[in-house]
């Protein structure tokens, strides 16, 4: 992913808050936290961290724990709302990091904008390259066999969510790509209101990629891993670096 998505840039802010009330960070950090667990691993490395909840959650539980982001504009929330962690500037497909961590996270279905065989490699070739000896990855993506099926009933969305004193309404657009896969576009509209008034209107797009289970069994394999658990409901993977 070379392109600044401006959700991830200009629209840092408006992510920040919007997320929050999409995902619930404290019931995702208490079940990767009983992963974890059962691994036995303490030093986590969180990849693609976003503003820095989920992280915060983890380090909060007792973790230690590293998180990297390709966006310096999120970095800078994160680093505001958990200053206890250090945040990097990383790219996932060339993770340059001299401490070897139990485990490497990947949530939030950021692992779909490696959208190439070639990205795709190189991200857990640099996730591998980052754990010790029979440390642990987990990673989710979208199901593309679910993605396939639905794809017509999720073809245009309308979002409304209200922030603080603002009114977001988000509206997507998705069409077929299939030029490296299972992958299709992405558009978004953010129009945001406030005293019932729009004050900004915002446009974003971007390439996705779905995911066969079978796709990432080879690309896992041939990256030096095994997959010891799956998650079909959350399409979640959790793989031993072997």
Not at 168 to 174: I, N, P, T
């Amino acid at each position: 992913m070379t392109k600044k998505l401006l959700l991830y840039t200009k629209l840092a802010n408006l992510y920040d808050e919007f997320y929050q009330k999409i995902f619930n960070y404290k019931k995702m950090a208490v079940e990767i936290d009983k992963i974890l667990k059962r691994y036995k691993a303490k030093k986590i490395l969180e990849v693609a961290c976003g503003t820095g909840h989920l992280a915060k959650y983890l380090h909060d539980f007792g973790y230690i724990i590293i998180a990297t982001d390709l966006f310096e504009e999120i970095l800078n929330l994160a680093r505001k709302n958990a200053p206890e962690i250090k945040f990097l500037k990383q790219d996932m497909k060339n993770l340059k990091l001299k401490q070897k961590f139990d485990a490497v996270i990947c949530l939030g279905r950021s692992f779909t904008y490696m959208t190439t065989n070639e990205d795709v490699e190189k991200a857990l070739n640099s996730f591998n390259k980052v754990l010790k000896r029979n440390g642990i990855l987990i990673f989710d993506n979208f199901n593309a066999e679910k993605s396939i099926r639905n794809f017509d009933r999720y073809k245009r969305r309308t979002e409304t969510i209200k922030l603080n004193d603002k009114v977001v309404v988000r509206k997507h657009k998705q069409s077929w790509n299939l030029s490296t896969g299972i992958t299709w576009n992405w558009n978004c509209e953010y129009i945001i209101k406030q005293n019932n008034k729009v004050i900004q209107i915002l446009k974003d797009s971007s390439v996705l990629r779905g995911f066969l289970k079978s796709e990432l069994e080879y690309f896992l394999e041939k990256t030096g891993f095994k997959i010891l658990e799956f998650y079909p409901k959350e399409f979640l993977i959790v793989a031993k670096k072997i």
